[in-house]
């Protein structure tokens, strides 16, 4: 059973801190990680996508990965209020197939107080 | 260009009673995602049609079901409702041709409450 562990928080910052939110899945052969967004009550939105070992920075939000310790993390610079939402970490295990499915961890709820 | 378009968004709908579900790939996608979310379980995938083929299955009864069509639209139906079937609907489309890079998109979902 291939899984992908978060913790389920509330994990709450002040705005204007770093917020950072961690992922672990258990298949090492896993070939690409992605970090959506979720609003109460919306559909998960894609904020960051990576696939090698290391940092990837866009604009507030830094992904990094880790596949030795297989571990994901997103960081998200001067956090605002409007970042308040479940974020949920996502693997494709990848394999010749190309298969479009992802396994999701129940993501990690993130409130940033004014 | 237009975004993945599920159909209905609320759907109310008794036990033993079935139901179908309509999802509009982006625009040259041919990969169609169906996840169910629950407070409980979170997002569980149900299955991946590519090319009116399914090329990838989750953990869930017979009682679930899909089909894609040529121009790749994408129905799930769900027979014999239970309660436990309440849930938020997703699907998702990618290009799917091989590269296991491209994210899923998704649409705005489907809200099924049984009673």
């Known amino acids: ?114 | 260009k237009a975004g993945v378009t599920q159909t209905p968004r609320y759907l109310i709908k008794t036990r033993g009673q079935q139901v179908t579900l309509s999802c509009s790939p982006i625009s040259g996608h041919r990969s169609v995602s169906w996840y169910q979310q629950t407070p409980g379980q979170g997002l569980q995938f149900l299955f991946e049609y590519f090319s009116e083929t399914q090329r990838n299955k989750g953990n869930f009864p017979g009682r679930f079901s899909g089909r894609q069509f040529s121009n790749s639209r994408s129905e799930m139906n769900v027979s014999t409702l239970e309660l436990g079937d309440s849930a938020l609907y997703l699907c998702a489309s990618s290009p799917g041709h091989g590269d296991y890079n491209s994210p899923l998109h998704f649409g705005n979902g489907t809200r099924l409450t049984v009673t």
Not at chain 1, 65 to 89: F, G
């Open chain 1, 1 to 114: 059973q291939k899984e992908v562990e978060q913790n389920s928080g509330p994990l709450s910052v002040p705005e204007g801190a770093i917020a950072s939110l961690n992922c672990t899945y258990s298949d090492r052969v896993s070939q690409s990680f992605f970090w959506y967004r979720q609003y109460s009550g919306k559909s998960p939105e894609l904020i960051m996508s990576i696939y090698s070992n290391g940092d990837k920075e866009d604009g507030r939000f830094t992904a990094q990965l880790n596949k030795a310790s297989q571990y994901v993390s997103l960081l998200i610079r001067d956090s605002q209020p409007s970042d308040s939402a479940t974020y949920l970490c996502a693997v494709n295990p990848g394999g010749g197939s190309g298969y479009s499915t992802l396994t999701f961890g129940k993501g990690t709820m993130l409130l940033v107080s004014p």
